[in-house]
């Protein structure tokens, strides 16, 4: 899959949120995505009520990226603030796996790990 490719995205929607959020959170995962080479995204908003407290939204994706499965969760007092933390850090970790050499050893790491490991 290329950047420019638009990723299938899904949104449901649990009891007690609004079918109208869909909208929203179809624009806004497709504007995060777009750029990156995700293949799909699967996205639930779902309502909690805490006993004698106030009722939150939380919303949970899962991204397919180059055949990796990257989840992420956001809350919110109502689904456009859930939605919203769900794209920030969607954002966040889709730019965090476009990084080269993410997650391999430099030579400062082996440096290091050569000292302490003596």
């Given at each position: ?80 603030a859930s939605i919203d933390q769900l794209c920030d ?30």
């Open positions: 899959m290329t950047t420019d490719q638009v990723p299938s995205v899904q949104v449901q929607t649990g009891s007690g949120v609004d079918p109208g959020a869909i909208d929203h959170a179809l624009v806004q995962l497709r504007a995060v995505c777009a750029g990156h080479q995700v293949e799909s995204v699967r996205a639930r908003l779902t309502r909690t009520a805490t006993p004698g407290g106030p009722s939150t939204v939380t919303g949970d994706a899962t991204a397919v990226v180059r055949g990796r499965s990257v989840r992420v969760g956001g809350t919110g007092h109502c689904p456009r850090r969607l954002a966040a970790r889709l730019q965090a796996l476009a990084t080269p050499n993410r997650g391999s050893v430099t030579e400062s790491t082996k440096a290091r790990i050569t000292r302490y490991s003596m």
